[in-house]
């Protein structure tokens, strides 16, 4: 393959996953529960699937965000009563975040008004296609996340 060629292609991969992202994140947004945003039900999410505390500083590494705005969704979660936010008994300095009752029944909602979306779309795509492109995108997120 000649590097214009490769070029080409490159642009292509990119151009099509900037647009998938951004057309899934508008109609996953708009069908979350009333008030959660997006990154809410990300972090939720995690929480509830790694089941122990974590914190501020962990949530934004691995949602590759800054320390600032981890803190500020995390205080409208804790605002929400979605998240138990306590200080570290060893260090006063650093706090530990968990997902709540309430947390893990919005996160359920979010996950009801979702999964539709992304069923429908599986469906038409083909389970098997899904399969197939899978290990190709967690390879692109496993190279693009050594590059920081």
Known sequence: MSESSAETLSVALFSEMFMADQLARNRLSKALPKGMELSHFSVLNHLARVGEEKSPAQLAKSFHVTRGAMT??????E???????RPDWD???????????SGKAARDAALAAITPI??????QIGADNVRNV??????????????E
């Open 72 to 77: 500020n969704t995390l205080n409208k979660l």
């Open 134 to 147: 899978l290990p190709v995108l967690r390879e692109m997120r496993q190279i693009l996340s050594e590059v």
């Open 79 to 85: 605002w929400a009563g979605h998240v138990h936010i």
């Open 91 to 101: 260090d006063a300095r650093r706090k530990f975040v968990t997902i709540s009752p």
């Open 118 to 123: 992304i069923s429908n779309m599986v469906k």
